[in-house]
Each structure stands twice: as structure tokens, then as C-alpha cells.
């Protein structure tokens, strides 16, 4: 766990680098959109207030590998798996090449699954690394719930065609499986861990 746990920040960092820009992106296309589309016109304030929820979750990550020893710098320049770059390019597609209410699948996994306070405990342990080592996680075990049911409530009340609740469908199932993908990978690459 003690070698597989920074790892686990790196890779998770070369995913969150990506979701404000990823929702800025969504937040651009769904404005271009909204005078003709309805669910574009109500994804655009969702996105907006998510964005300013989710700013500067990149750098919590790298304050927690810095409480690691770890240096910033050389974290910045190493370069994230390819499967990490495919989970999130291809959010990019789907924003502009079908509709960017698609990036909510993917949002469905990252805000949906939020860590048990009993897991980040349990990894403390099996780390011995410091608490302060654990404050993004510690702090999505608080925060995501919330974001869940905004998530929820948003999709709820979004007036979707078949094809568009497909899509976004999809795109969690997609996002689940590539995640895990990713997760397998960075297992693979500890076999004591695996």
C-alpha cells in the first residue's frame, strides 16, 4: 500500500487535471446551443456552479503527494497513462461531436462513488502514511454525496430524448469500464498489491 497509494494520487491526478476544463468545454458547447435546445439551456447553469465546486481539486492531489515527499514539478512532467488520456479525450468527443449533456455519465462516475470514511481509515493504516496525505479523499468522502444528488436531481429534470438518456448512459458504462481499466493497469503494475 505504501508503494501503490502515490501511484494511485498520480493517476487520479491525471484524471481530475482534466474536469474543470472538461466541464468548461461542456459549459462553452452547451451555451452555443441553448437558444435551440432546452437541455443545453439547463445543463449551462448546472455546469457553471460545478465548475466553480470541483476548481483546484487538481492541486489538493498535489499537495497530498507533496505531504508524500513527492515533488510537484516531477509529477507535472510525468506523463499520464494512455488509458487515462482515453477516458478523458473522449469526453471531448462526445461533447463536440454529439451533445456535451453526454459529459454527465462521465460526471456520474467521478461524483457518484464517493470513498467510506472506513476505507480511507482502513488505508491509513495499511499506508502509515499521514492523514494530511489523505485530505482529497477525505474530503470527496464529504463533498460527493452532495454532488450526487445535485447530479441526480439536475438529470431528473432534464427533458431528454431517448437518444441523448442513452448517450449519457453509454458514457458512464463506457467511463466505468475504462476506469477500471485504469485502475487494473496501475494494479498490474503492483503485484503485491493485486
Do not use: K
Amino acid at each position: 500500500m505504501r508503494e501503490l497509494y502515490p501511484e494511485y494520487l498520480f493517476t487520479s491526478h491525471g484524471v481530475i487535471r482534466a474536469s474543470v476544463p472538461l466541464m468548461e468545454t461542456a459549459l462553452e458547447r452547451a451555451r452555443a446551443l441553448a437558444d435551440s435546445d432546452p437541455v443545453a439551456a439547463l445543463l449551462a447553469p448546472y455546469l457553471e456552479e460545478h465548475i466553480d465546486e470541483e476548481r483546484d481539486h487538481d492541486e489538493w492531489l498535489l499537495d497530498d503527494l507533496e505531504v508524500l515527499g513527492r515533488d510537484r514539478d516531477e509529477i507535472m512532467a510525468r506523463v499520464p497513462s494512455p488509458t487515462v488520456a482515453g477516458l478523458v479525450g473522449a469526453q471531448y468527443y462526445w461533447i463536440f461531436h454529439y451533445h456535451p449533456a453526454v459529459l454527465l455519465g462521465y460526471i456520474s462516475l467521478l461524483e457518484g462513488y464517493p470513498p467510506s470514511t472506513e476505507l480511507i481509515e482502513r488505508l491509513i493504516l495499511a499506508s502509515g502514511y499521514p492523514r494530511e496525505s489523505f485530505h482529497t479523499m477525505i474530503a470527496h468522502a464529504e463533498l460527493d454525496p452532495g454532488h450526487r444528488d445535485e447530479l441526480n436531481e439536475l438529470l431528473d429534470s432534464l427533458p431528454l430524448t431517448p437518444e441523448l438518456s442513452g448517450a449519457i448512459g453509454l458514457n458512464a458504462m463506457w467511463s466505468v469500464a475504462t476506469f477500471t481499466r485504469v485502475i487494473d493497469e496501475l494494479l498490474e503494475s503492483f503485484p503485491a498489491a493485486a
